[in-house]
């Protein structure tokens, strides 16, 4: 089982920044690929950016250039820096953690975090 736990959402206003925190534990062999996505009120959720392990990132067109995705390896963890934040950004952030496990038969694992909010005022 592994558990994948997000942090740092909060109020911030526009123009502001935030980091937000993906923490993965429990039964870990190693982590392929890390994902945020967002979803706003209304809205699908939608793809803000990727990370694998061998730091290839991607991030979508409307956070290009604010936000940056990074992780630590040692504690498996991957941040978002956001930068420039916008009213728009408003949403519940996720974290998507894809990997292999430590059970016998190596099994890929495919977690999400229960989300972290942020919201940006105008």
């Known amino acids: 089982q592994v558990q994948v736990v997000e942090s740092g959402g909060g109020l911030v206003q526009a123009g502001g920044s935030l980091r937000l925190s993906c923490a993965a534990s429990?039964?870990?062999?190693?982590?392929?690929?890390m994902y945020w996505y967002r979803q706003a009120p209304g809205k699908q959720r939608e793809l803000v950016a990727r990370?694998?392990?061998?730091?290839?990132?991607f991030y979508s067109d409307s956070v290009k250039g604010r936000f940056t995705i990074s992780k630590d390896n040692a504690k498996n963890t991957a941040y978002l820096q956001m930068n420039s934040l916008k009213p728009e950004d408003t949403a519940v952030y996720y974290c998507?953690?894809?990997?292999?496990?430590?059970?016998?038969?190596?099994?890929?694992?495919?977690?999400w975090g229960q989300g972290t909010q942020v919201t940006v005022s105008s």
């Open positions: 998507n953690t894809q990997g292999i496990s430590t059970d016998r038969a190596r099994s890929h694992f495919d977690y």
């Open positions: 990370i694998t392990s061998g730091d290839s990132t």
């Open positions: 429990g039964s870990i062999f190693s982590i392929n690929v």
